[in-house]
């Protein structure tokens, strides 16, 4: 009887400290991120530890452009991308539909400043009226001067006779504007916040693309192959909880969140400090109609050769439950 007993509980033991070994190793999952305020949330998520939380050892892996994240998704060298501009998610849809999903859209909204269109602080243009004639700066890239045409036509502005556009790499937006190449620039963070804190600069419009393109405007969100969310529900549901938790993190504790900036990109502590965090927008027929108006935009514009069906796509939190 007490050898029965001894059996017993050595199994019992034994099947315990298995289940322990089990439970207590973590998933490994590689996610792509960009250096960039939009990805803050991903961040918080690894510093405040809510990927460990939910069991998941997260391996981050920079990259410095979408289509070379987004290969590296599709290739499997990464699981998962941090927001991922909406242009790269859609040309990938297009070429095969139903291969990525997406969750946890954000951009910019009433509330969450990420765009600016910007004058010199000494500048004599104080109205919309005024950039008539003038030189407009923006990034290079077909695009971003999309944006920017959309934006002059709803200003009451034709972009081929009212103004000049002027295209520049990212590192030459705000110098090119103080030494006058242009007289007004549209950018976002952290370019225009920095020319603001430094008083070089004044907003003309705050939001521009909310205000008068689309509202809110989605400019990316997260994303991984739908055969990831097949094959690997389990984790895709883990990553997504450690997202909620950090988004929640980010809402109650902004500038301790914002603080974290320094560490992932090259923005130093007061450009962190004054920079306002992109909106992660809930999922209702406002949000989903906003990014299928982008899509079809983009497809208006010919910057896609196929239309996009939006809601396809879009993992909402019922599919995660």
């Given at each position: 009887m007490k050898r029965l007993t001894c059996i017993i509980v050595l199994t019992v033991v034994g099947i315990t400290l298995l289940t322990m070994g089990c439970t207590q190793k973590p998933e490994k999952?590689?996610?792509?991120?960009?250096?960039?305020?939009?990805?803050?949330?991903?961040?918080v998520g690894v510093e405040k530890g809510f990927f460990k939380e939910e069991g998941?050892?997260?391996?981050?892996?920079?990259?410095a452009e979408s289509k070379e994240?987004?290969?590296?998704?599709?290739?499997?060298?990464?699981?998962?991308?941090?927001?991922?501009?909406?242009?790269?998610?859609?040309?990938?849809e297009q070429n095969q539909t139903g291969?990525?999903?997406?969750?946890?859209?954000g951009g910019e909204a009433e509330g969450h400043i990420v765009s600016h269109l910007i004058v010199k602080k000494d500048s004599n243009i104080r109205s919309i009226e005024d950039l008539k004639g003038k030189k407009i700066g923006t990034y290079a890239g077909t695009a971003h001067r999309m944006w920017l045409e959309l934006l002059l036509k709803r200003l009451n502005l034709d972009?081929?006779?009212?103004?000049?556009?002027?295209?520049?790499?990212?590192n030459l937006l705000v110098p090119s504007l103080m030494a006058g190449q242009f007289d007004a620039l549209y950018a976002t963070e952290p370019y225009t916040t920095t020319a603001l804190i430094k008083g070089m600069a004044r907003s003309l419009i705050d939001n521009p693309r909310s205000k008068y393109i689309i509202n809110p405007f989605p400019s990316g969100?997260?994303?991984?192959?739908?055969?990831?969310?097949?094959?690997?529900?389990?984790?895709?549901?883990?990553?997504?909880?450690?997202?909620?938790?950090?988004?929640?993190?980010?809402?109650?504790?902004?500038?301790?969140a914002k603080m974290i900036l320094p560490k992932y990109t090259p923005i130093d502590e007061e450009?962190?400090?004054?920079?306002?965090?992109?909106?992660?927008?809930?999922?209702?027929?406002?949000?989903?109609?906003?990014?299928?108006?982008?899509a079809n935009m983009l497809f208006e514009y010919k910057l896609l050769e196929k239309k996009i069906e939006v809601k396809g796509?879009?993992?909402?939190?019922?599919?995660?439950?």
């Open positions: 999952v590689k996610i792509g991120y960009f250096p960039v305020s939009g990805d803050l949330a991903f961040f998941l050892d997260v391996e981050p892996v920079k990259f994240a987004m290969d590296a998704m599709l290739t499997g060298r990464v699981d998962v991308c941090a927001p991922m501009g909406f242009t790269t998610i859609f040309a990938v291969l990525l999903k997406i969750f946890l859209p972009p081929e006779k009212d103004v000049t556009i002027v295209q520049v790499a990212s969100s997260f994303v991984f192959t739908t055969k990831f969310w097949e094959e690997k529900p389990k984790i895709a549901m883990k990553i997504y909880q450690a997202m909620k938790k950090s988004i929640d993190f980010m809402r109650a504790n902004e500038l301790e450009i962190a400090k004054a920079s306002d965090v992109h909106a992660i927008y809930e999922i209702n027929d406002t949000t989903i109609g906003a990014i299928q108006e982008l796509m879009l993992l909402t939190d019922e599919d995660f439950k």
